[in-house]
């Protein structure tokens, strides 16, 4: 069984930084491609930023240049940096990890982002 869970989320205010991380119960070399969604009150969940087995990423366009996604093999673990963040951001992030036709998902770290 896969488990994912997510850790880091919190209060910040605008234009401040924040990291998210993702560890799962087993070695990450076996997925596809591991990812950060978000979801905010009343909308649907989106995706936020992805990162194959083999490196490359892919951000929504809200995101880029704001955040960046890396993973530490080593360690079973997919993070999440957050820059210049908005009040927009506001969500809880969720990961998500692909093995072939299965996903899994964390259970979710809310982001607040407020003055």
């Known amino acids: 069984q896969v488990q994912l869970v997510e850790s880091g989320g919190g209060l910040v205010q605008p234009g401040g930084s924040l990291g998210l991380s993702c560890a799962a119960s087993?070695?990450?070399?076996?997925?596809?491609?591991m990812g950060w969604y978000r979801q905010a009150p009343g909308k649907e969940r989106e995706l936020v930023a992805t990162?194959?087995?083999?490196?490359?990423?892919n951000y929504a366009d809200s995101v880029k240049g704001r955040f960046t996604i890396s993973r530490n093999n080593a360690k079973n673990t997919v993070y999440l940096q957050m820059n210049s963040l908005k009040p927009e951001d506001t969500a809880v992030y969720y990961c998500?990890?692909?093995?072939?036709?299965?996903?899994?998902w964390g259970k979710g770290t809310l982001v607040t982002v407020s003055s």
């Open positions: 998500n990890a692909n093995r072939g036709p299965f996903g899994y």
């Open positions: 087993g070695s990450i070399f076996s997925f596809n491609a």
């Open positions: 990162i194959t087995s083999g490196g490359s990423t």
